[in-house]
T-cell receptor, first 111, second 115 residues
Framework: DVKVTQSSRYLVKRTGEKVFLECVQD?????MFWYRQDPGLGLRLIYF???????EKGDIPEGYSVSREKKERFSLILESASTNQTSMYLC??????????FGEGSRLTVL | DAKTTQPPSMDCAEGRAANLPCNHS???????VYWYRQIHSQGPQYIIH???NNETNEMASLIITEDRKSSTLILPHATLRDTAVYYC????????????????FGTGTQLKVEL
């Protein structure tokens, strides 16, 4: 089975801290994605990557950056966390058409 | 990617068919219709996708109208475990260069299956 693993299910950070959210997939997929999910807003795409070291902005990239140094790993970085970045963060990957595989999510609380 | 419109919520009795509609009136000829669902506290799960023909798999059936401006996801015998948010998405086929392979989700339909 394809597995997308997110490093932490729950995190609590303070305003201004640097936050790293890690995602690893084990199926050699080219495409990886970071979404955030908030009540009433659905899933919104932050960034995605279609190859190592390649990245593109999604719909809400402000306040975030990403890193894709290895094919299996896609990191989301909050350089200076703010309270409005409290959210559920979902990583996904796919190697082709149709099925996007999601991780279980990381719930981040910024105090 | 074409915008989709779904009802915010629907109810269904257990054992009955759940028919979830989706409008995508601005869909282009090369855009597929995808359906995902998200059970509470889990990541979204792929269900089915199609271009213009009806599709069926072990989870559901997808009926796309002839003009492709709307579609219906059918869960033939809904169970309590089908209670979830269902997302309808339209997008071009994969394999495009660069950033063509993104999938944009809306707010979906909350399906509640009851006894």
């Amino acid at each position: 089975d394809v597995k997308v693993t997110q490093s932490s299910r729950y995190l609590v950070k303070r305003t201004g801290e640097k936050v790293f959210l890690e995602c690893v997939q084990d199926m050699d997929h080219e495409n990886m994605f970071w979404y955030r999910q908030d009540p009433g807003l659905g899933l919104r795409l932050i960034y995605f990557s279609y190859d190592v070291k390649m990245k593109e902005k999604g719909d809400i990239p402000e306040g975030y950056s990403v890193s894709r140094e290895k094919k299996e790993r896609f990191s989301l970085i909050l350089e200076s966390a703010s309270t409005n970045q409290t959210s559920m963060y979902l990583c996904a990957s796919t190697g082709g058409p149709g099925e996007l595989f999601f991780g279980e999510g990381s719930r981040l609380t910024v105090l | 990617d074409a915008k989709t419109t779904q009802p915010p919520s629907m109810d269904c009795a257990e054992g009955r068919a759940a028919n979830l509609p989706c409008n995508h009136s601005t869909i282009s000829g090369n855009e597929y219709v995808y359906w995902y669902r998200q059970i509470h506290s889990q990541g979204p799960q792929y269900i089915i996708h199609g271009l213009k023909n009806n599709e069926t798999n072990e989870m559901a059936s997808l009926i796309i109208t002839e003009d492709r401006k709307s579609s219906t996801l059918i869960l033939p015998h809904a169970t309590l475990r089908d209670t979830a948010v269902y997302y309808c998405i339209v997008r071009v086929a994969w394999g495009l260069t660069g950033g063509g392979n993104k999938l944009t989700f809306g707010t979906g339909t909350q399906l509640k299956v009851e006894l």
